[in-house]
């Protein structure tokens, strides 16, 4: 018979805590968090670093575009040497102002400067002065070109210079410095056989006038004045 006041005892008592499986599956959990945390962690550590080498990279690429710009200025330097060289063609590349001066006077220095000069005479005024010019004065020039120049009253005379003898050729250079026009009858081919009018005949002529020249085979003389 059993005694109902008998202390009863069980042979196996039940455990008290988590079981083994729940502490290794949380200890799993764990670790991963901890995996995860760590790798974003790295991922947010790098994330910083790499926006700064790339503003650093930019300003430092800036830096040298901007470096060539203040180098090339000397490159700029020579600009007063070209300048100052145009300055030459200007000065000497300009018609000089003519007007109220000698006809003469101005004859000579355009002739001097390889210019060709038309002179058109009986303009009104003083006799002997230059009205006026085409192209007008100031105006761009080159050697070779032809300047009309307007003259006050008649064509005065001119002095004749003699010119049988020089090559055929050769001979309207005396006889355009003194603003004579030389006609070839024979072409200009030989030495200057005989002109009319001469000067050794007592012929005189004006500005503008004709020098009727004859060339062919003959001995050259020497220039005359």
């Not at 006050?152 to 026009?181: I, Q, S």
Request: hydrophobic share 35%; aromatic share 4%; net charge negative.
């Amino acid at each position: 018979m059993t005694d109902p006041w008998a202390t009863r005892v069980d042979a196996d008592p039940p455990r008290q805590g988590l079981s083994p499986a729940m502490i290794a599956a949380i200890a799993t959990s764990v670790a991963v968090l901890a995996i995860i945390g760590a790798t974003g962690g790295f991922l947010l550590a790098n994330a910083n670093p790499s926006a700064s080498p790339s503003t650093s990279a930019s300003a430092v690429t800036a830096s040298p575009s901007a470096t060539p710009s203040v180098d090339e200025s000397p490159t700029f330097a020579p600009s007063p040497v070209v300048s100052a060289t145009s300055t030459t063609p200007a000065a000497t590349g300009m018609l000089p102002d003519g007007q109220g001066r000698d006809f003469r006077e101005y004859f000579t220095q355009l002739r001097t400067a390889k210019l060709g000069v038309v002179l058109v005479f009986g303009e009104t005024g003083q006799d002997g002065l230059v009205t006026r010019t085409s192209p007008e004065a100031g105006s761009r020039i080159r050697a070779g070109i032809t300047v009309k120049v307007y003259v006050a009253g008649a064509p005065p005379e001119t002095v004749l210079p003699k010119v049988v003898g020089l090559p055929c050729r050769d001979a309207r250079v005396p006889l355009g410095n003194n603003g004579l026009l030389p006609t070839y009858k024979t072409g200009q081919e030989g030495v200057v056989l005989s002109q009319s009018p001469d000067p050794d005949s007592g012929g005189t002529v004006r500005w503008n006038d004709h020098v009727e020249i004859t060339c062919g085979e003959g001995a050259s003389a020497s220039p005359s004045p």
